[in-house]
């Protein structure tokens, strides 16, 4: 993996999105698992993980008035800012703009830049060798959820933000197969270290976004 400097598309005029998918489905794992939620895809990520299963790349450059007319039929006020990485694009007058519109606001991030304030829910993902970098950048957030091969080594949850949950995520094959080799690693991490919980992704069991 690497920690690259991220470029953020040209021409992406100010407040506005450049925006890979959106989409309204349940959320698929964590501590807000089963919850239905909308999906706002960012394009650009200042990582690269060898696991990366996720098209973040191109995307379309939207307003905030077209993205919320996007969303806005959905019977759902949740929204799950996602990526690639997130926090390259999202600024707190963005985060303010939805929420004076009624949403309530998660999000899922390496960790890697800071965590807004005005965000409802936070979920960090650190990746690799970055801990140290990501407790210092976001020392508290809601949720922390790592994902896990076989053989791959637990750090010390002190190691790590502060975080009302610690969720061991199982990584699935690239064409988003379940191994039962990490699932049973994970199971048998969790029984050893309980402070930790078990996530699967759902979604990709039940075939939904
Ligand atoms: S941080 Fe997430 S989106 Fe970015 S490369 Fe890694 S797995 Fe993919």
Known sequence: MRWKSAKLPRQVPFMNLNVNE???????????????????????????CDFCDTDFETGQNMSLEE???E???????????TGGEPTLQLTDEVLLFFKS??????????GLKPLSGLLDYTVCSPKGDNLAAVKRINPKVNEIR??????DKLPEIQELPEADYY?????????????????????KLIKENPEWRLSVQLHKLINIP
């Open 22 to 48: 959106i989409f309204y489905s349940l959320q698929g794992e964590g501590g807000r698992q089963g919850e239905a939620s909308i999906f706002i895809r960012l394009t650009c990520c200042n990582l690269s």
């Open 67 to 69: 993205i919320l007319s």
């Open 71 to 81: 969303i806005s039929p959905y019977h759902c006020r949740w929204i799950i800012w």
């Open 101 to 110: 519109k009624g949403y309530k606001q998660a999000i899922e991030s390496n």
């Open 146 to 151: 790592l994902p896990v091969k076989s053989k």
């Open 167 to 187: 969720f061991l995520s199982p990584v699935f094959t690239s064409n988003f197969q379940i191994t039962t080799e990490n699932i049973n690693y994970c199971v």
